[in-house]
């Protein structure tokens, strides 16, 4: 056997004072985290005002414990400001190519040519998953939502049999808004799988940069069993998109 338990020295016994000393620390973060989600779970409020109140929570527990002080609150909030613009921008960009998109009808004529060619909506939908693994690796993921999914989103609805299309007759055996919820899954998860895919998954040289002394090409490897992984998550819930949508049929009575 190359681990021996018996051989090692028998740890210390934690004290009852010790153990409640160590569980105070975590105790004001489960308090946070039931509320936040338990108001979700029982639909006291939904996932933005959920956010607002987690951060309200986190600043009161600051100021209680002076974990938290003025100088400290500034700062937060120069850089929410910061980033908050960042974000705005992207959807304000993100919303005018969405304007032009509509005005031209690319997405529709895109559709239409699609299906013209023959071309099945089950391959349609893998060559966008592959597109989006392949972008995901050189931009942002939030910047690439934002960018392609209003052009992606219009193409497969079209696909689909348009907005309002039930299951019946429909192009992916499904109605519009369960595709929503099925393409929006896999569309998160290939994209978040860009950012470790080789050969320039962003996630991976900011890894590398951490682990200064471990070559790229270890990281790179091992990275592959957890890409092996989510490719065949993929291709499960594309086979059986039942998977997706179980959760939401039930809560939607």
């Given amino acids: 056997e190359i681990i021996v338990p018996e051989s090692g020295p028998r740890g210390s016994k934690i004290e009852r004072d010790e153990f409640i000393a160590a569980t105070k620390g975590v105790f004001p973060v489960l308090l946070i985290f039931g509320l936040v989600l338990g108001g979700i779970f029982f639909g006291f409020y939904n996932p933005t005002p959920a956010a607002a109140i987690g951060v309200f929570l986190v600043l009161g527990h600051g100021l209680i414990t002076s974990q938290l002080n003025w100088n400290g609150i500034i700062e937060s909030i120069k850089e929410t400001a910061g980033t908050s613009g960042m974000i705005y921008l992207i959807l304000l960009g993100a919303e005018l190519m969405k304007i032009f998109l509509s005005r031209v009808g690319l997405p529709q004529e895109t559709a239409s040519w699609l299906l013209d ?25 939030l910047s690439m939502i934002l960018l392609v999914i209003p052009f992606l989103w219009p193409v497969l609805s079209e696909i689909n049999g348009g907005i309002y299309q039930g299951a019946d007759g429909s192009g992916f055996g499904m109605s519009t808004d369960d595709l929503k919820i099925w393409f929006g899954i896999l569309a998160l998860i290939v994209v978040e799988l860009g950012l470790i895919t080789p050969p320039v998954g962003l996630n991976v040289f900011v890894i590398s940069s951490m682990a200064k002394d471990v070559p790229m090409i270890e990281t790179f490897k091992g990275v592959i069993p957890f890409f092996c992984v989510e490719i065949l998550r993929v291709g499960l819930i594309l086979a059986f998109p039942i998977i997706t949508l179980w959760l939401p049929a039930i809560s939607s009575g």
């Fill in 117 to 141: 060619a023959g071309i099945s909506p089950t391959l349609v939908l893998i060559l966008v998953l592959i597109g989006l693994i392949i972008l995901g690796c050189l931009m942002d993921s």
